[in-house]
């Protein structure tokens, strides 16, 4: 592999990445390999964003984490890239080539400078919540790194279940770090950037199913969502990739896909979020590699397959893995409250019947929506938010990337429904277009 | 003295679900020159990377091996944490145990075997590695662009606003690509020439781009930072410093011949633009239809034109030029349905493809905007779209063209607003809205009263009055349907531009099954080849709509700014050498070389070869060629790869 030297030959100027999935994590390397200094600014403890929660990745079945770990790292040990992790933007004045941003930085109650990552304080601590990073499959402590691989490897204190910050007892952390880095004192505090453009991939988070009684989410153990069917097939999940039915604590042998769940519907999201498909194909060829015996069928409305080699996948997934794709959107999901086994309820359009079908476990596969706060940023940035929630650009076609205020840029699934490799495209566009406002 | 550092990774279960790492450990603690043995969870985070660290300044340790993932995960990582600890980076080793034996194997005990088999080997190996630098290249800061549709106009764009150079070569006559043949686009209905053409104006304005249009590559060498092309201008018939586009010469020309640009649904002349807004705006003469160069006779053009630029002698000229990096965007061409044969495409004159029809809908096409069918000029009332037509066909390409369900239904909705009494019908697998704002205009369009038929188009008949009858088989009334409509449109997909296996050959890059170039990663390098400096932009890479195609440009741009933005290079120091005095000059290694890196020099009267360090890329086939040893991969040595083979068939390292 070839290493590029860096070659400075004038002072360059700071660009402002937010969000730091795989797309600002793109546009962020991009940008520093050419000479601009980035701040790059993650809402979450640690950047990564949704990759870093995937098991494998269509169409090549890569581990998502073994390819994403080595971007993540290199932001972190790169001289011209400044991680500002748990942090938000809170204003945003000047114009292209010259703003300037505040971002605040949150309380992590944890001196960046000082912990080292060794865990001490997590294995002690007393406190256990849900953990979001698995899905709320298990729990975590008060004090946490969101996985391993996390980056920063600093330690966070959520001040909502630390029992030192809520009732002023405890401080077992406090003590048992060798460091001395941890800071219950600490308070939120802002700093001021200086910055020539501005990118914004803010990325997505998940529709939540339990506002479709009809799939039962939330109400019967066996149906969950395609997140939480990632983390429990992951080796590094909760269940070290097993898929456990409940409360047989049995491997399912027929496991139901159900796709557009809260995505091409008039009364939750009229759009297509363009990934679910092959994302239960993949998911339906990891059921089949862990276990040999099950089955899984996939309900869909069109089978979308769009990409590089999608369409050779979705074929593999029938002919060698015995897939069966069913042409439906169901009615309803029905649980045995006996056996807890689940009956998906569904028009077949093919035999134009309503037929029911026995199985262990449903996956919901949940719209992807623009991540929250949304709103809000595109406030404070004076950008524009569609009717759906994500960030407007000047023109689809010519200028996907910029929004409508010169000098800010936007990329990845925060600018429309996509996948990785767009989003990596994109991440990779955007920072050209930043370069070019920077260069100026 | 020889001190080794072993660290084995657990990563996660993925390598201690199936080897036992302690018992590893054990083992590996056993072996000689080697000073300390650790176990990790995840090396590659950072706490592993500064556990190395660590050791390395407090132990002195000189070698390191890392026992974990596949050296193309974390060589580099782990190179420059030797780097940062002070040693040198090519004193390390990776045992492969993850994608070598963890997660091919299922039986502990054998796997962890397996395991410590190949950490020996790697030690065995590291004794022999020699500390290498990093070899600097200038970089020559200018970007070839090869392909000016949309992609090739945004990446050159893109890179000229930044202040470099740019060389665009187009092989048509005009630059705009595929997309100057639409009318409208989808899902906006924006008139795709509106926002095409003030681009087209600025590629030719922009004094950083340099453009060759009726322009093909025929050459390159070199590498990345110093790509030498050679470039072909074909002859326009015509001096195009003197002609002023006044379009007298194409106004007179008597020979008119079906035009390509229309996809035959129109005529044109023989000196001819491609279209109004042609950039450069300079006809060129078809000279396989020229009355004068066929015949001899004629001359019109010549005569009429009052610069005097018509030269029909005019032969074609080579240019050179040196770039840094290469961007290919060299398109897509629509697949061709004849060999569908059962659709009666090119016997049936109602059978038209999807481009077709986007020509007769164009307001500055054959017809003025007007949908006529072919046979009789008659304005069809009833459609049928067939989509997927060599498509997610095993006949055909197995892939979907992704762009071919909007197109429909934006030429659909278009006809329908024409004609609000058209009956139209889409037959279809499925439909893929996926892009912003397309479910959305799908939805539109069934509010239209388009009809979607699902079922896939098993065969087209003619009827005597020109209609055509499509049978399919009605997948949601389990019937097999035939419908007589007035004209069939074949929505047919995209496939790898003809000339692109001469592109291919000239670079080095490579095609997947489907034909496309390949990408260097599916997921994480979407825009980059396996050839270094070597870049993909637009449909040349697989099919995409226009969207994502300018999207991936820009990442292009940015790809290749990433080589040119830099004046100088380190290259890889893990290379070939000769030794030029052992060298007995046969020439069997640079027969071999897939990289064209060894060349044959005379040193003392005598032939010698000698390797470009900057081409090769030490793959080593040259020092299995050479008959005398006279070669060595630089850490590859046959030294070390008998260490190795004793390391595990002789027991002991």
């Known amino acids: 592999m070839q290493q590029v030297k860096r070659w400075l030959v004038i002072e360059m100027k700071s660009m402002l990445v937010i969000g730091g999935g795989i797309a600002g994590i793109q546009s962020a390397l991009d940008l520093a390999d050419r000479g601009f200094h980035v701040y790059l600014v993650e809402r979450e403890p640690s950047i990564g964003g949704h990759m870093a929660l995937l098991d494998k990745t269509f169409p090549t079945n890569d581990c998502s984490m073994c390819i994403l770990a080595p971007k993540m790292n290199e932001c972190n040990a790169h001289p011209d890239i400044d991680i500002l ?12 080539g010259d703003f300037s941003a505040r971002v605040m930085r949150r309380a992590r109650y944890v001196n960046e400078d000082k912990c080292t990552g060794c865990g001490e304080c997590r294995a002690r601590c007393p406190s256990k919540v849900p953990n979001e990073y698995n899905s709320n499959l298990d729990t975590r402590k008060a004090i946490f790194l969101p996985y391993p691989q996390a980056v920063p490897r600093v330690m966070t204190i959520d001040k909502d279940h630390c029992i030192y910050l809520t009732k002023g007892k405890c401080g077992v952390c406090r003590k048992v770090c060798s460091a001395g880095a941890v800071d219950y004192e600490q308070e939120d505090t802002f700093v001021d950037l200086d910055v020539a453009a501005v990118i914004v991939s803010t990325g997505f988070e998940l529709f939540d199913p339990s506002q479709m009684p009809e799939y039962g989410y939330g109400r019967y153990a066996n149906v969950i969502t395609a997140m939480q069917y990632e983390r429990m097939i992951c080796a590094s999940g909760p269940t070290s990739g097993h898929l456990e039915t409940s409360p047989a604590k049995q491997h399912p042998e027929k496991i139901a896909f159900i796709q557009c769940v809260g995505s091409r519907d008039m009364q939750h999201n009229p759009y297509c979020c363009s990934v679910c498909c092959m994302h239960a194909v993949k998911e339906s060829i990891l059921a089949k590699e862990h276990y040999d015996e099950s089955q899984s069928y996939i309900f869909y409305t069109d089978l979308r397959a769009t990409g590089k080699g999608f369409e050779e996948y979705t074929a593999r997934a ?35 019947k309503v037929k029911g079908l026995e199985v262990d476990m449903a996956v919901l596969c949940t719209c992807l929506v623009p991540a929250k706060g949304g709103e809000k940023l595109a406030k404070i940035l004076g950008i524009e938010i569609d009717e759906s929630g994500f960030f407007e650009n000047m023109d689809e076609l010519t200028s996907p990337l910029d929004s409508k205020r010169s000098g800010i840029f936007i990329a990845g699934y925060c600018q429309s429904p996509k996948d990785i490799p767009e989003s990596v495209a994109q991440g990779s566009g955007a920072a050209a277009r930043a370069a070019e406002v920077g260069s100026a | 003295m020889t001190n080794i550092g072993i660290y084995i990774c657990h990563c996660g279960t993925n390598i201690a679900g199936m080897i036992d790492v302690e018992e590893l450990a054990r083992k590996a603690a056993k072996l000689k020159d080697v000073s300390v043995v650790k176990d990790y969870r ?48 090519f004193l390390l080793e990776i045992a492969n145990i993850r994608e070598q034996a963890s997660w091919v194997h299922s039986e502990k005990e054998k796997t962890t075997e397996k395991a410590f088999d190949l950490v020996r080997i790697a030690v065995a190996k590291v004794k022999k590695d020699e500390s290498l630098e990093s070899l600097p290249a200038d970089v020559i800061q200018r970007v070839l662009v090869i392909g000016a549709g949309i992609a090739g106009i945004q990446t050159s764009l893109d890179i000229a606003n930044i202040g470099y150079e740019v060389v665009l070569v187009e092989k048509e006559q005009s630059i705009g690509g595929r997309m100057s043949q639409l009318g409208k686009t989808f899902p906006t209905l924006d008139c795709s020439a ?42 326009r018939g015509l001096n195009p410093d003197l002609c002023t586009g006044c379009g007298e010469c194409t106004a007179r020309c008597p020979t008119k011949v079906p035009g390509e640009y229309d996809e035959g649904m129109g005529k044109r002349k023989a000196i001819y633009t491609l279209f109004p807004q042609a950039v450069p705006n300079v006809p060129v003469i078809d000279r396989a239809n020229c009355v004068y160069i066929t015949k001899g006779k004629c001359g019109i053009c010549k005569k009429v034109c009052p610069a005097g630029a018509i030269d029909y002698e005019l032969g074609d000229e080579i240019v050179e030029e040196e770039v ?3 961007v290919v965007a060299s398109g897509f061409d629509p697949f061709d349905p004849t060999s569908k044969e059962e659709l009666g495409y090119g016997r049936y004159k109602n059978v038209i493809t999807g481009l077709q029809l986007e020509r007769l809908l164009h307001t500055a096409g054959p017809t003025k905007g007007e949908v006529i069918r072919p046979s009789d000029g008659a304005v069809p009332k009833r459609i049928a779209f067939v989509q997927c037509v060599g498509s997610r066909d095993e006949h055909a390409n197995k892939y979907c063209s992704r762009v071919c369900c909007m197109h429909a239904i934006k030429n659909a909705l278009l006809i329908k607003e024409h004609h609000p009494d058209a009956e139209i019908f889409i037959y279809y697998i499925d439909i893929r809205a996926f892009g912003k704002g397309y479910e959305e205009f799908y939805k539109r369009t069934q509010e239209h009263g388009i009809k979607f038929m699902r079922g896939r188009v098993a065969e087209i008949f003619e009827e005597n009055n020109g209609n055509v009858v499509v049978r399919a088989d009605d997948t949601l009334l389990g ?21 692109s296996a001469k592109i291919q050959k000239l670079l080095g890059i490579a095609t997947g099954s489907d034909g496309f170039f390949m990408e260097a990663h599916a997921k994480l390098r979407p825009v980059e080849t396996l050839v270094d400096g070597v870049f993909l932009a637009g449909t040349a890479q697989g099919p995409k709509d226009i969207p994502d195609t300018v999207a991936q440009a820009k990442g292009a741009a940015s790809s290749a700014l990433g080589v040119i933005s830099h004046k100088v290079l380190e290259l890889s120091p893990l290379i070939s050498e000769v030794d030029e005095r052992l060298c007995r000059g046969c020439g ?37 060629a050479c008959c005398n040893g006279s070669i060595k991969l630089r850490n590859f040595t046959d030294t070390a790869t008998f260490a190795m083979l004793e390391a595990v068939l002789g027991g002991e390292a």
């Open chain 1, 85 to 96: 992790s748990y942090s938000e933007v809170a204003g945003l004045s000047g114009e292209a």
């Open chain 1, 318 to 352: 029938e002919k060698d893995y015995g897939v069966q794709y069913i042409r439906s959107r169901p009615g309803q999901i029905t649980e045995d409250a006996g056996t807890k086994k689940l009956t998906v309820w569904y028009d077949d359009t093919v035999n134009r």
């Open chain 2, 42 to 89: 995840y090396l590659c985070s950072d706490p592993g990377q500064d556990l190395i660290k660590e050791d390395i300044r407090s132990m002195d340790l000189d070698r390191v091996v890392v026992a974990a993932c596949s050296p193309r995960m974390h060589e580099s990582t782990y190179r420059k944490v030797l780097s940062e600890a002070g040693i040198n980076p």
């Open chain 2, 194 to 235: 509106c926002i095409l053409t003030p681009r087209m104006v600025e590629v030719s304005t922009n004094p950083k781009i340099r453009l060759h249009t009726y322009s093909e590559v025929e050459e390159i060498s070199g590498f990345i930072g110093n790509f030498h092309a050679k470039i072909r201008k074909k002859s």
């Open chain 2, 324 to 326: 840094g990096a290469v």
């Open chain 2, 479 to 499: 019937m097999v349907m035939e419908n007589e409509v007035d004209m069939a449109v074949l929505s047919v997909g995209m496939v790898p531009r003809s000339d």
């Open chain 2, 588 to 624: 069997d290694c640079k027969d071999i070389c897939e990289y064209g890196a060894i060349e044959l020099i005379t040193l003392d009267s005598r032939n010698a070869a000698r390797i470009n360090p900057a081409l090769c890329k030490g793959c080593g086939a040259c020092t299995v």
